[in-house]
């Protein structure tokens, strides 16, 4: 008998990038139900992005919950310096382990220094519990 | 009944960033035990940094164990730098240790004659496949 690892992926954008640095919620999972509260949910994450007027960086961050009120999983919000005008690819991956507090998490986007929206092309954000 | 595979992660930074060409392990993961002698780990990782001053070059290896002299498990991973921007970098690597118990680290080493960079965060993860 087969056995899967409880999953999730999307590349469904909630939000489009604003013309402003304000953080901006761009994925959003389901309900993460762990198997046990010790569980770890595994994240990976990658955005395609044309940046725009102003842009300096792209700070992105995982939180849980649905909005940028939601607890951020990383020690900070996590950098990639930019220049406006190019077409960059920013990924990572990370962890977390939120014991009983079973819920959906979203992926944020900032776009430091923006005058001018960035187009987001693509990207995806993948959970799975081990 | 739920099944679990075996995993470790860490984001815990367990040395200072280096200057130079000294090797610093900055992640480190927790041992992890393998269901079987052929069992592959997957492993997984990000490091988010701002390069130190003169520093042009940041190279990342993966050690199987958490000394040098176990050796890495791939080629150098080299990305080209400039000095007090933010980069984040990341990868995936698959080990077929054998039987037994292993940590994994993750080590970066920089240019000669640079300043440490600043670590903003970082992950390292490996599971059992």
Redesign the interface.
């Given at each position: 008998m087969g056995?899967r690892?409880n999953s999730f992926a999307t590349n469904t954008v909630v939000n489009p990038l604003p013309a402003n640095a304000t953080e901006t919620v761009i994925y959003v999972t389901p309900p993460l139900i762990t198997?046990?509260y010790s569980?770890?949910i595994?994240f990976?994450w990658t955005i395609n992005v044309t940046t725009n007027t102003g842009i300096t960086?792209l700070s992105?961050r995982i939180r849980r919950g649905i909005t940028i009120a939601g607890f951020s999983i990383?020690?900070?919000a996590?950098?990639?310096?930019v220049a406006s005008g190019l077409q960059v690819e920013?990924?990572?991956?990370?962890?977390d382990s939120a014991g009983a507090l079973e819920g959906p998490y979203c992926l944020t986007v900032s776009q430091t220094g923006a005058t001018a929206a960035s187009t987001l092309n693509d990207g995806c954000l993948m959970a799975f519990i081990? | 009944m739920g099944v679990r595979f075996a995993s470790t992660c860490t984001n815990v930074q367990v040395n200072a960033m280096p200057s130079g060409t000294t090797q610093a392990n900055i992640l480190q993961s927790p041992p992890i035990v393998l269901a079987t002698d052929g069992a592959q780990v997957n492993l997984t990782w990000m490091l988010n940094l701002t390069a130190g001053t003169l520093t042009t070059q940041i190279t990342v290896q993966l050690l199987r164990g958490p000394a040098w002299a176990t050796g890495p498990l791939a080629t150098n991973w080299y990305t080209t730098v400039v000095a007090a921007k933010s980069y984040l970098l990341s990868g995936s690597y698959v080990d077929q240790p054998g039987g037994g118990v292993f940590q994994y680290a993750l080590v970066i080493v920089q240019n000669s004659g640079s300043s440490a960079s600043t670590y903003i965060d970082g992950a390292l993860l490996a599971f059992v496949l």
């Open positions: 056995v690892v198997a046990a569980a770890t595994f990976r960086a992105v990383g020690a900070a996590w950098l990639s310096s920013a990924q990572g991956c990370y962890f081990l | -």
